[in-house]
Protein backbone atom coordinates (compact mmCIF):
# COMPACT_ATOMS: atom_id res chain seq x y z
CA UNK A 1 0.00 0.00 0.00
CA UNK A 2 1.25 3.77 -0.43
CA UNK A 3 -1.11 5.95 1.61
CA UNK A 4 -1.71 9.24 0.33
CA UNK A 5 -2.93 12.46 2.31
CA UNK A 6 -5.00 14.97 0.46
CA UNK A 7 -5.85 18.47 1.74
CA UNK A 8 -6.90 21.95 0.70
CA UNK A 9 -10.52 21.27 0.07
CA UNK A 10 -13.65 23.56 1.13
CA UNK A 11 -16.26 25.77 0.03
CA UNK A 12 -15.43 28.73 -2.05
CA UNK A 13 -17.74 30.93 -4.28
CA UNK A 14 -18.01 30.75 -7.82
CA UNK A 15 -15.07 32.72 -9.42
CA UNK A 16 -12.58 31.83 -6.53
CA UNK A 17 -9.65 29.52 -6.31
CA UNK A 18 -8.21 26.29 -4.18
CA UNK A 19 -4.96 24.31 -3.98
CA UNK A 20 -5.60 21.07 -3.31
CA UNK A 21 -2.44 18.86 -1.88
CA UNK A 22 -1.43 15.08 -1.93
CA UNK A 23 1.46 14.27 0.07
CA UNK A 24 2.19 10.49 -1.27
CA UNK A 25 4.40 8.65 0.95
CA UNK A 26 7.03 6.53 0.16
CA UNK A 27 10.44 6.82 -1.10
CA UNK A 28 9.60 5.95 -5.02
CA UNK A 29 7.36 9.03 -5.66
CA UNK A 30 9.67 9.79 -8.76
CA UNK A 31 8.37 6.60 -10.19
CA UNK A 32 4.96 7.06 -9.78
CA UNK A 33 2.24 9.00 -12.60
CA UNK A 34 -0.12 10.94 -9.98
CA UNK A 35 -3.01 12.53 -10.74
CA UNK A 36 -6.62 14.09 -9.67
CA UNK A 37 -9.98 12.75 -10.02
CA UNK A 38 -13.50 13.89 -8.84
CA UNK A 39 -16.96 11.99 -8.21
CA UNK A 40 -19.59 15.16 -8.47
CA UNK A 41 -22.66 13.87 -6.61
CA UNK A 42 -25.15 11.94 -8.83
CA UNK A 43 -22.71 11.41 -11.29
CA UNK A 44 -19.29 8.84 -12.00
CA UNK A 45 -15.54 9.38 -10.70
CA UNK A 46 -13.56 10.74 -13.68
CA UNK A 47 -10.12 12.14 -14.45
CA UNK A 48 -9.86 16.15 -13.87
CA UNK A 49 -6.01 15.72 -14.06
CA UNK A 50 -2.32 13.73 -14.66
CA UNK A 51 0.98 14.02 -14.55
CA UNK A 52 3.11 10.85 -16.28
CA UNK A 53 5.89 10.15 -13.81
CA UNK A 54 8.63 11.19 -16.45
CA UNK A 55 6.47 14.66 -16.11
CA UNK A 56 5.89 14.75 -19.65
CA UNK A 57 2.29 14.93 -21.42
CA UNK A 58 -0.10 16.71 -18.51
CA UNK A 59 -3.60 15.56 -19.53
CA UNK A 60 -6.43 18.42 -18.52
CA UNK A 61 -9.96 17.03 -19.05
CA UNK A 62 -11.67 19.79 -21.08
CA UNK A 63 -13.89 21.06 -18.74
CA UNK A 64 -11.24 22.00 -16.39
CA UNK A 65 -8.75 23.25 -19.15
CA UNK A 66 -7.63 26.76 -18.88
CA UNK A 67 -8.48 26.91 -15.24
CA UNK A 68 -6.78 23.72 -13.22
CA UNK A 69 -3.22 23.18 -13.21
CA UNK A 70 -1.51 20.06 -11.80
CA UNK A 71 1.96 20.08 -10.78
CA UNK A 72 4.73 17.71 -8.89
CA UNK A 73 7.20 18.46 -6.59
CA UNK A 74 9.63 15.16 -6.20
CA UNK A 75 11.29 16.36 -3.52
CA UNK A 76 8.26 16.66 -1.48
CA UNK A 77 6.58 13.87 -2.42
CA UNK A 78 3.74 15.92 -3.30
CA UNK A 79 1.30 16.64 -5.61
CA UNK A 80 -0.89 20.04 -6.35
CA UNK A 81 -4.15 21.39 -8.25
CA UNK A 82 -4.32 24.57 -8.32
CA UNK A 83 -7.88 25.40 -9.42
CA UNK A 84 -9.23 28.77 -10.34
CA UNK A 85 -11.96 30.57 -11.76
CA UNK A 86 -14.08 27.82 -10.28
CA UNK A 87 -17.84 27.03 -10.60
CA UNK A 88 -20.44 25.40 -8.85
CA UNK A 89 -20.41 22.22 -11.23
CA UNK A 90 -17.22 21.92 -9.51
CA UNK A 91 -18.38 20.28 -6.52
CA UNK A 92 -17.34 17.10 -6.29
CA UNK A 93 -14.90 15.12 -3.98
CA UNK A 94 -11.67 15.13 -5.33
CA UNK A 95 -9.22 12.04 -5.03
CA UNK A 96 -5.78 11.99 -5.56
CA UNK A 97 -4.48 8.83 -7.37
CA UNK A 98 -0.96 7.37 -7.78
CA UNK A 99 -0.22 5.12 -10.18
CA UNK A 100 2.60 2.55 -11.87
CA UNK A 101 2.34 -0.41 -13.96
CA UNK A 102 -1.51 -2.18 -12.74
CA UNK A 103 -1.02 -0.98 -8.95
CA UNK A 104 -3.30 2.08 -8.24
CA UNK A 105 -3.12 4.05 -5.17
CA UNK A 106 -6.42 6.43 -4.18
CA UNK A 107 -6.72 9.27 -1.27
CA UNK A 108 -9.65 9.66 0.98
CA UNK A 109 -10.77 12.49 -0.61
CA UNK A 110 -11.29 15.64 -0.29
CA UNK A 111 -14.44 18.10 -0.60
CA UNK A 112 -14.86 20.96 -2.88
CA UNK A 113 -18.06 22.50 -2.66
CA UNK A 114 -18.24 25.80 -4.91
CA UNK A 115 -21.31 28.00 -4.17
CA UNK A 116 -22.90 30.26 -6.92
Known amino acids: QVPLVESGGGLVQAGGSLRLSCVVSGRTFGTYGVGWFRHPPGKERAIVAGIPWSGGSIYYADSVKGRFAISRDNTKNTVYLQMNSLKPEDTAVYYC?????????WGQGTQVTVSS
Open 97 to 105: NANRGAAQY
